[in-house]
């Protein structure tokens, strides 16, 4: 009977470890897999995915062109410009809006190409997001400015990372509180694809916001 009892208390033992190394497997498997995964993204792999085109591009329409292929990876968005004086920007869809303060310190990341004569290029607010009328805003240098070649862009949303309140030409510094005032309800996101007074087009492709 002594042995017995203690067969049994082996038996439930065993089992008791065998379903802790379970869990603690299922723990493993699903934590990288949610580490993983983006905030946001748009990765064009088979749509537009709602990206308009706001300003001087596209003879009107707003809806993004979609190439299939071509883009950094498996297709992108592009628009062509009406030459009409504006500027042209590739506009998030509503996915992007309300409240986004987790994207406060966070990586946004994409890629611009432009093809154009690069003999007129002009300084404007490069990545805006907005809560009303209240704007903050990124602007490059003319330097970065995309090329023919697929030309990946990396900023930090997070004070003392560059970004301006206001337009291009502010100079007044974004605070951390005013970041956040306008990421607490977002109703626009936009990137700039034109970069050339003239005719000229470009494309967006890998937009991802991370930490």
Request: with cysteine; hydrophobic share 35%; aromatic share 12%.
């Amino acid at each position: 009977m002594k042995r017995i009892k203690v067969r049994l208390h082996t038996i439930i033992i065993a089992s008791l470890s065998l379903a802790l190394l379970s869990a603690c497997n299922k723990d493993d498997d699903s934590g990288p897999q949610a580490e993983d995964k983006p905030i946001a993204d748009s990765m064009f792999k088979e749509n537009a995915e709602g990206w308009r085109i706001t300003g001087d591009a596209q003879g009107g329409y707003t809806e993004a062109s979609y190439s299939p292929d071509g883009g950094v990876q498996d297709g992108y968005i592009y628009a062509d410009d009406n030459v009409q004086g504006g500027v042209w920007y590739f506009t998030a869809p509503e996915t992007y809006h309300g409240d986004k303060n987790e994207f406060y310190g966070a990586k946004l990341s994409f890629s611009l190409f432009q093809d154009s004569d690069m003999s007129n290029q002009f300084e404007n607010s490069d990545i805006i997001f907005k809560n009303g009328d209240t704007q903050i805003t990124y602007v490059y240098s003319p330097d970065a400015y995309p090329g023919e070649d697929w030309t990946d862009y990396s900023v930090t949303i997070s004070a003392g990372n560059g970004w301006l309140i206001g337009e291009y030409d502010s100079e007044v510094e974004a605070t951390e509180a005013d970041i956040k005032a306008v990421l607490a309800n977002v109703t626009e996101f936009s990137i700039r694809g034109e970069f050339e007074s003239g005719p000229d087009n470009g494309g967006l492709d890998n937009i991802i916001i991370d930490k």
